[in-house]
């Protein structure tokens, strides 16, 4: 039987097809790797130029409070999240994440104030259990609405900015996180400038039977080149961006991770809304004494890159374990392997020297600074 007659598809699935795109199931979704011109020359390309992902299989959900103030919805939400919804001004968007009774990650989401409601985005193989969370745990207070007819687009790279404001000039003046709602060539969209590549860009939101059609008018401008998740992943990987399912999960607190620069002060220990979601005796505990171990930056020796899971030792004989690779991959941009990866704190600090267990041998790796390329959004 053909498994990808199983798979979801996009609705830019017939355009990948055409460019002649290597298509793989990812997230129940039939989703392009690469294109012709493979994944380093995709990834060099979004450094220097601009690439445009395909990113609709992730889940696009509409909050509205039923009395229909945003601060009853953002109220709402913050009981699952540790971070400050009430506080984002209209047109901002913000990076948040939903937490278990164990203080562990559920899922991490992106969120933008609407003006009288909230748009989340959520990852692709967790929406439709994120969506039944927030139905059980906040549907008495909000309605809650799955946006299947949306697909999601992302351009990123320097040359983004030039690329879009060839369709609306506006968007011009627009910082990091700004969301605006605008016409690209009279296609409505919700416009962010935001995106996990560690580029400047932008993530569109439009209708789904819109979707190709804006496509290939960004297509066509030279500057602009398909890029598939294979890219995708080296990118975010040099930028330092954790994905879910790899690098967070059930089994990694918000602070193990080092993400605790998205919980506001607000929602910490002594802050006005203090507590009050899932797991938070754990997380404003660790946010005040630290924990046994930490998400780091890895740099591999040589130019063999180091992949998930390889096991992580203080020692070159494999005796003291001290954590786990989660994400590895050669990264174009920096010319040699990168990887991130769990290790005890007392190892956790730049330029620690720790060894990796690779086919049976034990190869140095320095514990590196994350980002591994500077971000180049615009503040």
């Excluded at 039987?1 to 979801?8: K, Y």
């Excluded at 607000?266 to 754990?282: I, K, L, M």
């Excluded at 991130?340 to 730049?350: D, F, I, K, L, R």
């Excluded at 990796?356 to 615009?378: D, N, S």
């Amino acid at each position: 039987m053909d498994q990808s007659a199983e798979l979801l598809k996009t609705p830019l699935h017939d355009l990948h097809i055409e460019l002649g795109a290597r298509m793989v199931p990812f997230a129940g979704y039939d989703m392009p790797v690469q294109y012709p011109a493979g994944v380093l020359k995709e990834h060099l390309h979004t450094r220097a130029k601009c690439g445009l992902f395909d990113v609709s299989h992730m889940g696009q959900v509409e909050i509205r409070a039923k009395s229909g103030a945003y601060e009853d919805a953002a109220l709402a939400l913050e009981t699952l999240v540790p971070v400050d919804i009430l506080g984002l001004k209209e047109g901002r968007q913000r990076y948040g994440f939903f937490t278990d009774e164990n203080g562990c990650i559920l899922d991490d989401l992106m969120f933008a104030n609407r003006g009288d409601h909230l748009l989340v985005v959520v990852n692709a193989g967790c929406k439709q259990a994120d969506i039944a969370h927030m139905r059980k745990h906040i549907s008495d207070r909000v309605d809650i609405t799955y946006l299947e007819d949306r697909a999601l687009l992302a351009l990123q790279g320097p040359k983004a900015e030039k690329v879009l404001t060839e369709l609306w000039a506006g968007l011009y003046a627009m910082k990091f996180m700004d969301v605006r709602e605008v016409a690209l060539h009279d296609i409505p969209a919700i416009v962010s400038r935001s995106g996990y590549s560690g580029e400047d860009g932008f993530e569109i939101s439009v209708p789904a039977d819109k979707a190709e059609e804006l496509a290939r008018i960004l297509l066509d401008h030279p500057d602009c080149e398909p890029i598939g998740l294979g890219a995708r992943d080296s990118l975010r990987l040099e930028a330092g961006l954790c994905l879910y399912g790899n690098d967070i999960d059930t089994t990694t607190s918000p602070i193990e991770a080092g993400l605790e620069w998205a919980i506001q002060k607000v929602r910490r220990t002594g802050g006005a809304r203090a507590g009050g979601f899932p797991g938070a005796d754990r997380i404003l505990s660790e946010l005040e004494n630290g924990t046994s171990r930490r998400r780091v930056g890895l740099k591999p020796e040589g130019k063999a890159p180091v992949r998930g899971h390889a096991k992580l030792y203080a020692d070159a004989e494999g005796k003291t374990e001290l954590g786990e690779v989660t994400s590895g991959c050669f990264g174009p941009s920096v010319e040699g392997p990168v990887a991130m990866g769990y290790v005890a704190a007392s190892h956790a600090e730049p330029g620690t020297r720790i060894h990796a267990e690779v086919r049976g041998k034990y190869l140095p790796v320095t514990v590196a600074a994350m980002p591994f390329v500077t971000p180049t959004y615009k503040r």
